[in-house]
């Protein structure tokens, strides 16, 4: 009799999931394993194995078969071990991807032994692309993502995680937009949430505000197939992008020199801090988010520390402009979303994470690029073709959040005192072809006023810029003429 009312139990446990609508939720979030399949079974008691054995793993992967594919060595499409043993192995990576599985496998492995005893600093993170082709929605996809992350931190209470965006595809239009909705949803999510970092990687496989098909293996098989796989390129292209990132992460040293890793252009790739300054980057991101929510501000600066020291709110515990702000500003509702040692990628996660969010200010002033043509164990230098696609990449995320808005966009002040200075070059590169690119935009106007800083034999004179980078009041009041001028702040 219990063998009959068993079946009959579960079926109205399934009825009055639907009628609820958490049966679609309870697939993504509830463990379910595939031992049915021979491969998936033998796969899982191997890892339990090696799990035993490599205790000392200092780094985790995490995920599906774009994850599992870095054991493979089958070129020219899929040789995928030297990325692996560059960027993974000297970290002694555990490599938990299992191909097909969704938030629910990967759920149903940690439960069942696959983490257990280790202690890696990090987890990379990269799940959900196969439960948005089966079908489930955004939300529910998130919700399974966000179970893992639960499971992770309860499991690995010491490990960072290195949460990934889904990668792009062409599988099909309606999962693109389920995909998309996915990492807007994980991006505000995770961004204030300690041991999580999300990082979205997936601009490295688009050219020309396309999709570059060839950097996925797929549609080259036997039997071809839409794109969704990362070939050899593109898996390194992937690794390269998340790299400064994950080293951080690590607190180790990048494993390949940064000025190697040309191949991906580090200025469109969002990521959060990179260098540590004089005041906390975390800290001043969460005070964005707070004042923005109690204002409606009519101007919005975006930018790097020139912008960050002259003033405004958040404040800043360096004002080098307050004459000048005051001059400028005094009165008005503005947002400074100014952060010391800011590249366009520190720009494009805050953006990315809420800071612009519901803003429709009237002028929005971009000032950024200085910091992409100087490199650090962190950052490589990008170059100017770089540095301009990392402004562009800006310009259209505001230009998308806010269409009204009129957007000022800046040329990049000149640096150091003497006319050879070794940034001069580049920094007029920039502005060139910014110049050309924004020219016929409607509602933006590329400003570029460098000259106004410079003594009549193009040295730069110290009472503008006392070390060679940051406006003295004095070098503030010179921007405030000049916005004035353009008509974008009203003479005093």
């Known amino acids: 009799m219990l063998k009959r009312i068993r079946p009959f139990l579960h079926l109205c446990l399934l009825l009055a999931l639907c009628a609820t609508g958490g049966l679609a939720q309870s697939l993504v979030t509830t463990p379910a394993d595939r031992l049915q399949e021979q491969w998936w079974s033998k796969r899982h008691a191997a890892v339990l194995e090696k799990v035993q054995a490599e205790r000392d793993a200092e780094l985790v992967l995490l995920g599906d078969s774009i994850t599992q594919n870095y054991e493979k060595a089958d070129p020219p499409d899929e040789d995928f071990q030297p990325t692996w043993q560059r960027f993974y192995a000297s970290r002694k990576a555990l490599n938990l991807g299992f191909s097909g599985d969704t938030t629910a496998h990967v759920l149903w492995r940690l439960e069942h032994g696959e983490v257990d005893g280790l202690r890696p600093r990090a987890v990379v993170l990269l799940i959900g692309t196969n439960d948005t082709a089966r079908g489930h929605s955004a939300e529910e996809t998130s919700h399974g993502i966000d179970a893992v992350v639960a499971k ?3 499991k690995l209470p010491q490990s960072s995680i290195l949460l990934l965006g889904l990668l792009p595809s062409e599988v ?3 999962k693109s937009t389920v995909d998309a909705e996915v990492n807007r949803y994980l991006a505000t999510r995770y961004e204030a949430e300690a041991k999580v970092t999300y990082v979205d990687a997936g601009s490295v496989f688009y050219q020309d505000d396309r999709l570059n098909t060839a950097l996925f293996y797929d549609p080259r098989l036997k039997t071809p197939r839409k794109p969704l796989h990362p070939d050899t390129t593109g898996q390194r292209l992937m690794a390269e992008a998340i790299e400064p990132t994950l080293a951080r992460l690590m607190e180790d040293a990048p494993r390949q020199y940064l000025a190697a890793l040309n191949k991906v252009n580090t200025a469109v790739i969002p990521v959060p801090r990179l ?3 004089s005041y906390d980057w975390d800290q001043r991101h969460r005070d964005v988010m707070a004042i923005k929510a109690q204002m409606k501000p009519e101007i919005v600066l975006i930018g790097d520390s020139i912008t960050h020291f002259w003033g405004g709110l958040p404040k800043a515990n360096r004002v080098n402009g307050p004459k000048s702000w005051e001059a400028a500003f005094g009165g008005r509702e503005v947002l400074n979303l100014g952060f010391g040692w800011d590249r366009t990628q520190n720009v494009l996660w805050r953006l990315q994470h809420g800071e612009f969010d519901g803003l429709h200010p009237k002028t929005v002033i971009i000032n950024i690029g200085t910091n992409n043509l100087t490199g650090t164990i962190n950052a490589r230098a990008n170059t100017p ?3 301009v696609a990392g402004i562009l990449a800006i310009h259209g995320k ?10 000022v966009v800046m040329g990049i002040f000149p640096r150091g005192f003497p ?4 940034l001069r070059v580049p920094i007029a590169t920039v502005n060139q072809l910014l110049a050309a690119a924004l020219a016929g935009k409607a509602g933006t106007t590329f400003l570029d006023i460098g000259a106004r800083f410079l003594a009549p034999d193009a040295t730069l004179p110290k009472r503008l810029m006392n070390d060679g980078t940051h406006p003295t009041d004095e070098g503030y009041a010179i921007w405030v003429q000049a916005l ?9």
């Open 385 to 387: 073709e770089e540095v």
């Open 275 to 277: 260098e540590r300054d």
């Open 484 to 492: 004035t001028e353009a008509g974008v702040l009203r003479p005093r």
């Open 398 to 407: 505001v230009r998308a959040a806010s269409p009204e808005s009129r957007i």
């Open 152 to 154: 992770l931190h309860e």
């Open 419 to 422: 006319v050879a200075s070794r």
């Open 172 to 174: 099909s239009p309606e």
